[in-house]
């Protein structure tokens, strides 16, 4: 069992922006798994699992998290990959080659060397990594003592949407998820996807929880983000906010307990706190 402690991440009661938002809010700070992302709970399966089957080794595509906790073979799309994400995958030595192209680019040449090179692809696309990561939503309802009434989420590729709903299993909370609007290039690089590859279970998430997708500008994302941090100090990175940008953006009945995941950790992504600054 390959584990560098992954789970049991905080639940934070978030007062300040309860009081703002007028419901009972909460902060689920996936930061604080060992590599500061969410990825690490399905990492260690998968990886676990490949090595299991023999895999000759592991590669992914990645905006940097992935990369950053799976450290194999990386493929990531030249320059567009937050310092600290690289920082991490270098110190695991991990084998990273840059694409000149999209994710979606990254994305497919991972898929050709899983096929060619008998390596196992570590991308969402995996079930091993759906099934880890659907620990969180097991975890949230252990630490809330029942199902929250609202869900808020990043959407990038849709796979962390893809396995808390696995993990809620038959009762689950009304899925808040908040997408960037500049898909191609938003300054939450973490979610620079254009084409999300599990698109149509997450439109099937949606529909089962009565749930409501955020389509989300520049400003929204970085006024979360700022609030967050301001607000209740926890530093998150940019693409971290897009659920409580959501959850800013949408209508929601007062009193309602909201959980906000947190993705990944404010210092991945050191140039972006410029905007901060400002
Ligand atoms: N938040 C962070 C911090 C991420 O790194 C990602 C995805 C998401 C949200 C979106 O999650 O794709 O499951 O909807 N990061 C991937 C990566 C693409 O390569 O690290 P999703």
């Known amino acids: ?43 260690a399966v998968a990886v676990t699992r490949a090595l299991e089957r023999g895999a000759a080794g592991v590669v992914c595509a990645s905006t940097g998290n992935t990369a950053a906790s799976a450290a194999a073979v990386v493929i990531t799309s030249r320059g567009a990959v937050a310092r600290g994400k690289i920082a991490q995958a270098r110190a695991a030595g991990a084998d990273i080659r840059e694409v000149d192209g999209t994710f979606e680019d990254a994305h497919r040449e991972a898929r050709r060397l899983a096929d060619e090179e008998g390596f196992v692809n570590v991308n969402s696309i995996n079930p091993d990594r759906i099934e880890g990561q659907s620990s969180a939503a097991r975890e949230v309802v252990q630490q809330l003592g029942r199902v929250p009434d609202l869900l808020a989420l990043p959407f990038g590729g849709g796979g962390n949407t893809v396995a808390y709903a696995v993990g ?30 599990h698109r149509v279970e997450v439109g099937g998430v949606l529909q089962r929880s009565g ?5 989300l500008s ?9 609030l967050v941090a301001r607000e209740e100090g926890v ?28 993705t990944g ?4 992504d050191p140039d972006a706190t410029e905007r901060l600054a400002a």
Do not use: Y
Not at 179 to 184: D, F, P, Q, T
Not at 211 to 215: A, M, N, Q, S
Not at 265 to 268: I, N
């Open 235 to 262: 530093f998150c990175e940019p693409a971290s906010a897009a659920g409580l940008a959501a959850v800013a953006a949408s209508v929601t009945d007062a009193g309602q307990s909201v959980v906000c995941v947190l």
């Open 265 to 268: 950790h404010g210092l991945k």
């Open 211 to 215: 749930g409501t997708l955020v389509t």
């Open 168 to 197: 809620f299993g038959e009762r689950l909370p009304r899925f808040v998820l908040g997408e960037a609007e500049r898909r191609k290039d938003t300054f939450a690089s973490a979610i620079r996807i254009t084409e999300p590859v």
């Open 1 to 43: 069992m390959i584990t560098l402690g992954e789970g049991n991440t905080p639940l934070l009661a978030a007062p300040r922006l309860s009081a703002r938002f007028g419901v009972e809010l909460w902060l689920k700070c996936e930061g604080a798994n060992p590599t500061g992302s969410f990825k690490d709970r399905g990492m």
């Open 218 to 226: 520049e400003e929204q994302i970085e006024e979360a983000w700022r």
